[in-house]
């Protein structure tokens, strides 16, 4: 089944410890992408990746780092997480933002 | 700043009868747009495009409108569903091709 998975799913954490979201894609997909959805701002990309070795800047990178060394990897790093970084976050992935991009089922975060 | 907007933050149809969600955006250069659907606790799911060579793209109950000049596009839902009751979000892609603007959605409500 062509799907997008996300670990872990919920997580509960303190300012300041460093985490990791994985994101993982059975399709193939090039392209790769980080989104929170928080309310009333809707869903805002935090970092892409075009292919292997190739990511750049969505629009709320600050806070963030992410790594695409397999193509069907692309982990969200928060290297210090501070509470305003809590939020719902998706992963998706597509042959390209002109393609259908498949969203992972979300991975809600707090900070505390 | 927000390039692609959304600016009714919910709706409320009778089953049956025809929902319409609209959106505007502000960079001309985009020319091509997506709809996608997220119902609570699940990722969002693509649910139509467009291209700006077209000015209307039908699938099933769901067409979208797209008026260049004014720079809107409208979502139509005929007949309206309670299944269809979900978040609707309009999108774009950059002028590079590779970042995704959303639009902070609209929250369909099709009551029975």
């Known amino acids: 089944e062509a799907q997008v998975t996300q670990n872990p799913r919920y997580l509960i954490t303190v300012t300041g410890k460093k985490l990791t979201v994985t994101c993982s894609q059975n399709?193939?997909?090039?392209?790769m992408s980080w989104y929170r959805q928080d309310p009333g701002l809707g869903l805002r990309q935090i970092y892409y990746?075009?292919?292997?070795?190739?990511?750049d800047k969505g629009d709320v990178p600050e806070g963030y780092k992410v790594s695409r060394k397999e193509k069907r990897n692309f982990p969200l790093i928060l290297e210090s997480p501070s509470p305003n970084q809590t939020s719902l976050y998706f992963c998706?992935?597509?042959?390209?933002?002109?393609?259908?991009?498949?969203f992972g089922p979300g991975t809600r975060l707090t900070v505390l | 700043d927000q390039q692609v907007k959304q600016n009714s933050p919910s709706l409320s149809v009778q089953e049956g009868r025809i929902s319409i969600l609209n959106c505007d955006y502000t960079?001309?250069?985009?020319?091509?747009f997506l709809w996608y659907k997220k119902y609570p606790a699940e990722g969002p799911t693509f649910l139509i495009s467009?291209?700006?060579?077209?000015d209307k793209n039908e699938d099933g109950r769901f067409t979208v409108f797209l008026n260049k000049s004014a720079k809107h596009l409208s979502l139509h839902i005929v007949p309206s569903q309670p299944g269809d009751s979900a978040v609707y979000f309009c999108?774009?892609?950059?002028?590079?091709?590779?970042?995704?603007?959303f639009g902070k959605g609209t929250s369909l409500l099709v009551t029975p």
């Open positions: 399709m193939n997909h090039e392209y």
């Open positions: 467009i291209s700006s060579i077209k």
């Open positions: 990746s075009m292919n292997v070795e190739v990511t």
């Open positions: 999108a774009a892609p950059s002028n590079s091709g590779y970042a995704l603007n």
């Open positions: 998706a992935s597509s042959s390209g933002t002109y393609n259908e991009q498949f």
């Open positions: 960079n001309s250069m985009f020319d091509y």
